[in-house]
């Protein structure tokens, strides 16, 4: 079974300051990865994955994240967050290469943008 | 391409009663995924279906349950509710089962009174 940690439940930072996100995974066996945002009253919207290939993932809104197999990593950054940033923000994983279809999710990073 | 749409958007029901969730996927994806999302829980799997067929199922009690009709829609049947059902219901589909990404739709509140 995979399990993910996400080791911040809320992170506040100013407008156009950087952002790092954390999020840290256990499987024993290969994973996918991915990073959901999910903005007030609305499902959840993919914002990056890591499927295989290049580690340093680059997804919609400016963020992007690496993944680190050593130290079973997958932290979300964007290196200027706007206002419009705020949301809760899910790390998730899956195995890979098997049809076991459901995704496990963090419990979830509140960001919040200060002006 | 129309999104993952859910159907109601709000419900209210008291203790005891029954409800019933509907999600429709995008258009050619098999697989629905249904999660509970409770104040300060976090996403919690509750069922997968895939070709009309039930293949993987969250820990939660028998009251919960639902089904994939051949269009691959599918329901999510709640019955005595309680209390803590109150929650954000998501219902997710997938193309792909293989890779793991999932598209959201915009959820149905469930208040229980």
């Known amino acids: 079974a995979q399990s993910v940690t996400q080791l911040d439940s809320q992170v506040p930072v100013f407008e156009e300051a950087p952002v790092e996100l954390r999020c840290n995974y256990s499987?024993?066996?290969?994973?996918?990865l991915f990073w959901y945002v999910q903005y007030p009253n609305q499902g959840l919207q993919l914002l990056l994955k890591?499927?295989?290939?290049?580690?340093l993932v680059k997804g919609i809104n400016g963020f992007e994240a690496e993944f680190n197999k050593s130290q079973t990593s997958f932290h979300l950054r964007k290196p200027s967050v706007h206002i419009s940033d705020t949301a809760e923000y899910f790390c998730?994983?899956?195995?890979?290469?098997?049809?076991?279809?459901?995704?496990?999710f963090g419990d979830g990073t509140t960001l919040t943008v200060k002006p | 391409e129309a999104g993952v749409t859910q159907s109601p958007t709000h419900l209210i029901k008291t203790r005891g009663q029954q409800v019933t969730l509907r999600c429709s996927p995008i258009?050619?994806?098999?697989?629905v995924y249904w999660y509970q999302q409770a104040l300060g829980l976090g996403l919690q799997f509750l069922l997968w279906?895939?070709?009309?067929?039930?293949?993987n199922r969250g820990n939660f009690p028998p009251r919960f349950s639902g089904r994939q009709f051949p269009n691959y829609s599918s329901e999510l049947n709640v019955n005595a509710l309680e209390l803590e059902d109150s929650a954000l219901y998501l219902c997710?589909?997938?193309?792909?089962?293989?890779?793991?990404?999932?598209?959201f739709g915009p959820g149905t509140r469930l208040t229980v009174l």
């Open positions: 997710a589909s997938s193309l792909d089962t293989n890779r793991g990404e999932q598209f």
């Open positions: 998730a994983v899956s195995r890979a290469n098997t049809n076991a279809g459901k995704s496990t």
């Open positions: 499987s024993s066996v290969s994973v996918y």
């Open positions: 258009s050619g994806h098999t697989s």
């Open positions: 279906y895939d070709e009309g067929e039930e293949r």
């Open positions: 890591y499927l295989s290939g290049s580690t």
